[in-house]
């Protein structure tokens, strides 16, 4: 009977232990994933915040369209005066060929402005996808956490169940003391 019992308790115990290990490493894996998520998503704000700032004008696409309507304009500013000046053109003819030349300076600032609104909507729309992921999988990484702390609670009052439904018998020294015996017969003696 004493062997019934010990193996119970061993078995029992190494159940408990079992479970709770599992769920320990199960929090520890889920924790890690946590970690790395919250890292990703640092870095996902990180892009955001850059891009999102990032002056438009500045950028090497932009500063090429400037570059290239500042050298259209000069060139057609010169071929304007020359033209005034073998054509006996007037002044006005010159400043509304400017006027025109500023236009285009004006409406190429305004495309790049437009540009960037644009640029700054898709990544904006990017940030709130890549955030909603990010969301997303933190829900999973809690749900497999509070998984785990159920599947340990489980598995202890498993044990606990099944150590005490089991059919063993205490050791004599171990019984409760009944009213016809005296203490020395309870301890065994």
């Known amino acids: 009977m004493i062997t019934l019992w010990i193996g119970a308790a061993i078995g029992g115990g190494l159940s408990v232990l079992g479970s709770v290990a ?18 990703q998503k640092q870095k996902n704000q990180e892009w955001y915040n850059r891009r999102y700032n ?3 004008t500045q950028r090497g696409d932009a500063q090429r369209m400037i570059t290239r309507t500042e050298e259209l304009i000069r060139q057609r500013n010169k071929a304007a005066q020359g033209a005034q000046a073998v054509m006996g053109g007037t002044s006005e003819s010159v400043a509304a ?24 909507d898709a ?3 990017t940030y709130m996808q890549n955030d909603s992921a990010f969301n997303q ?18 598995g ?9 439904g089991s059919d063993f018998e205490l050791p004599q020294g171990f019984r409760k003391k009944d009213k016809n015996t005296t203490q020395t017969e309870a301890l065994g003696g």
């Open 156 to 164: 202890i009052a498993n044990t606990g169940a099944a150590i005490a």
């Open 97 to 120: 060929a400017k006027a025109a030349n500023n236009k285009a300076i004006s409406d190429a600032a305004a495309n790049i402005t437009a540009s960037a609104e644009a640029r700054k």
């Open 137 to 154: 999988q933190q829900m999973a990484i809690d749900n497999a956490k509070a998984q785990a702390i159920a599947g340990a609670v489980q």
């Open 54 to 56: 990032e002056d438009a």
């Open 22 to 39: 599992g769920g320990i490493a199960a929090k520890n894996a889920a924790d890690d994933a946590a970690n790395k998520l919250a890292e």
């Open 123 to 125: 990544i904006e729309a």
